[in-house]
């Protein structure tokens, strides 16, 4: 199998990662929803659904616990723990790209793969070690949102951007971050969402908004930003009483009923979790909807400094020796949270997203500027849709098909 890199595709700063070419998918967006519950039942299934059953594992948890629950504890280990996806995986039990599972295959002998059938010749049970990422110590938790989307004026750019009329569109309807329990929207500048609200303005504080910009896009880096919007979050106090923090791309379509009913059944450790949304990469924390819990946002909200000041994270340089640029806020927010054991959960049925390309059909895979048809489309986010009117019928479309049943 081929490797092929994938670079930077958007202003919204989607972080670089390592591209396996994905499998041939259905048109039809639904399947990703509809699948879960099937797949969230088969034995062994970390890669075709976010949540899956390992083997042995009712020796960890009481038989007493029912089905939904045992789809929910399982999370990646720490990454550096991984095998690479072209090596024997036997002993770590897990593989470094997103959405690939660890299959013994012999006796003693485990391959990285997508998915697995058995034969006369081929094993396809996990590894005894894969049972390390249990969390035997999780729990459930509430569902309450504190959302957030921030505007950002000086692009860096010079072509002409809907990201502000696009929020104002939403408050002005009550939709996407409006319609969850709290939320605020941040910008590089003050300017007036609707009737009551203006944006919560952030500066330049450490003087690293602007040290480099996107080959492709000409935008500028936007960790530096995000770091001031972060810390801007945790001195408002909204956060001390919502359960997750979910950053929102203003291009998303995002219907949060979505998000909290398949957050309430997931458990979560001490330690917290964020919520992997694109497969196949080695960095699967794309920006269009990053979910946190709130044990896993205090983290990253005390860590901020330190990862920044880091020498392995390098987030100027980047990864792969910079190979890509500097990093994106996501995959900033990911290298610091990994950094600090917090544990990663696939789910890759959240969100539908152009900039994922395993999230585009088989025969769109070369279109980056392919978007999901929102009508067959279920899922709690839909990327990217830059035009207020795009936004306004992809939400449109999606409620009228889905919205008796999933809103």
Request: with cysteine.
């Amino acid at each position: 199998m081929e490797i092929s890199r994938l670079a930077q595709t958007d202003a919204d700063e989607m972080s670089d990662s390592i591209l396996v070419q994905p499998d041939a998918r259905r048109t039809h967006s639904t399947g990703k929803l509809l699948g879960t519950m099937a797949a969230s039942l088969l034995v062994g299934a970390w890669a075709g659904s976010h949540f899956g059953l390992t083997p042995g594992q009712s020796t960890v948890v009481s038989s007493s616990e029912n089905l939904q629950e045992l789809s929910q504890i399982i999370a990646k280990p720490e990454r550096g723990q991984c095998s690479s996806w072209k090596e024997d995986c036997f002993s770590s039990g897990c593989c470094d790209i997103v959405g690939y599972t660890c299959y013994q295959t012999k006796p003693g002998i485990a391959k990285c793969m997508k998915n697995c059938t058995a034969s006369a010749t081929q094993l396809c049970t996990q590894p005894q070690s894969i049972m390390e990422p249990v969390l035997q110590d999780a729990s459930a938790v509430g569902t309450s949102l504190y959302c957030f989307s921030v505007y950002t004026k000086d692009t860096g750019t010079t072509k002409k951007t809907e990201e502000l009329e696009t929020i104002q569109y939403q408050f002005s309807k009550g939709l996407s971050i409006f319609a969850c329990e709290q939320q605020d929207v941040f910008a590089d500048v003050q300017v007036e969402v609707g009737p009551g609200l203006q944006t919560i303005k952030v500066v330049d504080a450490e003087n690293d908004w602007h040290f480099a910009k996107r080959k492709e896009t000409g935008a500028w880096v936007n960790t530096g930003m995000f770091t001031q919007v972060w810390k801007a979050i945790a001195s408002g106090g909204k956060t001390s009483s919502a359960d997750w923090v979910v950053k929102v791309d203003a291009d998303a379509v995002f219907i949060p009923s979505r998000l909290t009913e398949k957050l309430a059944s997931q458990l979560v450790p001490p330690s917290g979790i964020y919520l992997e949304n694109c497969k196949y990469v080695e960095y699967g924390y794309f920006g269009n909807l990053e979910v946190f819990s709130k044990a896993a946002w205090d983290k990253l909200i005390e860590k901020i400094d330190e990862c920044k000041a880091d020498s392995q994270i390098n987030w100027k340089v980047g990864v792969h020796q910079g190979k890509y640029g500097p990093m994106g806020e996501d995959l900033f927010a990911q290298a610091c949270l990994d950094k600090f054991d917090v544990r990663r959960v696939e789910a890759f049925d959240i969100t539908t997203d152009g900039a994922c390309p395993a999230d585009r059909p088989i025969d769109e895979q070369k279109n980056k500027k392919w978007k999901p048809t929102c009508a067959w489309t279920a899922t709690s986010a839909m990327h990217p849709f830059k035009k207020v009117k795009d936004w306004a019928a992809c939400h449109d479309a999606t409620m009228d098909a889905f919205g008796l049943t999933l809103s």
